[in-house]
C-alpha cells in the first residue's frame, strides 16, 4: 500500500500527513476495544496519539485505521508493523523531508556557534551568494568547521539509520534456528544497549524488534500496563521469567506464598506474581491449560481485599479470565476506587473551609 490513501485521507480531514498514522491489515473481526489495545502496546513509544477513523477496504479484505499524532515524529521511532489480532499489523508513515531535516539540524549546529550561513560560506571562502560554491576556493582553514558543522547535521540521523539488530530470542527451550539463549542474548543485548547514543524510546523500540513468541508477550503485557516501561526494566522481567532455572518445587513455594505488599496495587501486585507463574509454565510445572485459573487462585489468596471475586463479579464456577481481562476488570476497580476517595476528599476539604 502507498502512502496515497494517508495523504488524501488526511487531505480530507484538513490534517498534516506527517502527523498521522494508517495502520494496515486490521481483521474485520477485531473491534475497537481491541485496536486500542494493540495500539497501546505497539504504539508507546510515540507519546499521545489518537484513533481518527476506521475504513475497509474491499481489495485487502481488511480495515485500516487512522491515527493522529500531536506532533510529528522521525522514521526512527515509528514501528514498521506491531503486533494484533490475526499476526503484525502494517504501519504506514510519511517521513521528514530529509533535505529539511538536514537544513534543520545544520541550521541548529550554526546558531549554537553563533553564526549565519552567509557568516558560514564566507568563513569557508565564498562570496556572499551563498550559492556560488566554487570547490577550488574551500580554504584549509574552513574545512574543519565544515567537516564538524556535516558530523553535528547528519550523526543523529546515522545514529538511527545503521546499527547492528539486536540478536533474536524467543525463550523458547532449546532456542529455535537463528535465536540465542537467555545469558548469551541478555550479554550481548546489554552490551549493544551501552554503545548506542540514541533515545529511550528508540532502544525499547530495537529490543521489541529483536523479541517474538513468549519473550514478546512478557514485554507486550508490561507495556500495555505501563507504556513508558524502560529498558533496564524489560530486562529485568525477562530475566526473571527466562533467567537461572529455579527447584521447580521451590518456584511453587514462591508462587504459593507471594502476597500483596502494604500500600501496594492489586494491578502492581498481579504483575509482580506473573514472572513467577510463567516460569512455572515453562517448567511444567502448572500446564498452559489452567494458567488463568492458577493465577486466579493465587490472586484471590494473596490479595489484601477478601471480598475481591464479587467485587469483580467473578463466578465460582465460571472459567477464569485471562491476564489482560483481569488487568482491566482490575483497573476499573481501582479508578473507581481513587475518583470515591478524591470525592471524600474533596468533601472533607470543604467542611472544613
Known amino acids: 500500500m502507498t502512502l496515497r490513501l494517508l495523504e488524501d485521507w488526511c487531505r480530507g480531514m484538513d490534517m498534516n500527513p506527517r502527523k498521522a498514522l494508517l495502520i494496515a491489515g486490521i481483521p474485520l473481526t477485531c473491534n475497537e476495544a481491541e485496536i486500542q489495545e494493540a495500539l497501546q502496546a505497539g504504539l508507546a513509544s510515540l507519546g499521545q496519539y489518537r484513533l481518527l477513523g476506521r475504513m475497509f477496504r474491499r481489495e485487502d479484505n481488511r480495515v485500516v485505521a487512522l491515527i493522529g499524532l500531536t506532533e510529528e515524529t522521525s ?22 523531508d530529509p533535505d529539511n531535516e538536514f537544513l534543520k539540524r545544520l541550521n541548529e549546529f550554526l546558531e549554537g556557534e553563533g553564526l549565519t550561513v552567509a557568516e558560514f560560506t564566507s568563513a569557508l571562502g565564498y562570496g556572499n551568494d551563498p550559492f556560488d560554491l566554487d ?43 537463528g535465536e540465542e539463549g537467555f545469558d548469551s542474548w541478555l550479554f ?65 513455594v514462591k508462587f504459593l506464598t507471594t502476597y500483596q505488599k502494604a500500600e501496594e496495587k492489586l494491578s502492581a501486585y498481579i504483575l509482580r506474581l506473573e514472572p513467577l507463574l510463567q516460569k512455572l509454565v515453562e517448567r511444567g510445572t502448572i500446564e498452559k491449560e489452567v494458567v488463568n485459573q492458577a493465577r486466579l487462585d493465587q490472586i484471590l489468596a494473596g490479595a489484601d481485599d477478601r471480598t475481591l471475586r464479587r467485587k469483580l463479579d467473578l463466578p465460582e464456577d465460571g472459567p477464569a479470565p485471562g491476564l489482560l481481562q483481569l488487568l482491566t476488570l482490575i483497573k476499573e476497580e481501582e479508578a473507581a476506587e481513587d475518583e470515591e476517595e478524591a470525592l471524600l476528599q474533596a468533601g472533607l476539604e470543604g467542611n472544613f473551609t
Open 188 to 252: 550481548h543485548t546489554t552490551q549493544m544497549m551501552k554503545t548506542w547514543q540514541v533515545s529511550d524510546a528508540e532502544k525499547r523500540r530495537r529490543l521489541l524488534e529483536c523479541l517474538k513468541g513468549p519473550a514478546f508477550d512478557v514485554i507486550r503485557v508490561l507495556k500495555i500496563n505501563n507504556p513508558f516501561i524502560t529498558v533496564p526494566e524489560c530486562l529485568q522481567a525477562l530475566e526473571q521469567v527466562f533467567g537461572v532455572i529455579d527447584n521447580p518445587r521451590e518456584l511453587q
Open 75 to 96: 522514521l526512527a521511532v515509528v514501528p514498521k508493523e506491531i503486533p494484533g489480532k490475526g499476526g503484525a499489523w502494517r504501519v504506514i508513515f510519511k517521513p521528514p
Open 135 to 177: 570547490q577550488n576556493l574551500v580554504p584549509q582553514v574552513g574545512a574543519p568547521m565544515l567537516a564538524e558543522a556535516l558530523d553535528e547535521a547528519l550523526q543523529p540521523a546515522l545514529q538511527y539509520l545503521k546499527y547492528r539488530k539486536l540478536k533474536v530470542f524467543s525463550g523458547s527451550d532449546p532456542p529455535e534456528p
